[in-house]
Nanobody
Framework: QVQLVESGGGLVQPGGSLRLSCAASGSIFSFNAMGWYRQAPGKQRELVATITYDGSAYYADSVKGRFTISRDNAKNTVYLQMNSLKPEDTAAYYC?????????WGQGTQVTVSS
């Protein structure tokens, strides 16, 4: 059973930075892609960023130029560096991993951007 554990969320002021981590229970080489979604209260879950097994990254328009997704295969961990945070980035952030026909989700970590 695949387990994804997120960490790094918290409260930050507008303009600040946070780095989210997603640690997988096994090797991330087996995943075609890993990524981050977020869900704000009363809104649908939305894709934030993804990274493929070969390192190709995709970003939602709303975070381009501010967020960076990366992976450390040796640590079986995917990161989301979030800079220039805005109040509208406030949400629960979820890590995902996909392989074959299966998609796995973490439990989420809360990010709150507020002064």
């Amino acid at each position: 059973q695949v387990q994804l554990v997120e960490s790094g969320g918290g409260l930050v002021q507008p303009g600040g930075s946070l780095r989210l981590s997603c640690a997988a229970s096994g090797s991330i080489f087996s995943f075609n892609a890993m990524g981050w979604y977020r869900q704000a209260p009363g809104k649908q879950r939305e894709l934030v960023a993804t990274i493929t097994y070969d390192g190709s990254a995709y970003y939602a328009d709303s975070v381009k130029g501010r967020f960076t997704i990366s992976r450390d295969n040796a640590k079986n961990t995917v990161y989301l560096q979030m800079n220039s945070l805005k109040p509208e980035d406030t949400a629960a952030y979820y890590c995902t991993a996909s392989r074959a026909l299966s998609t796995y989700w973490g439990q989420g970590t809360q990010v709150t951007v507020s002064s």
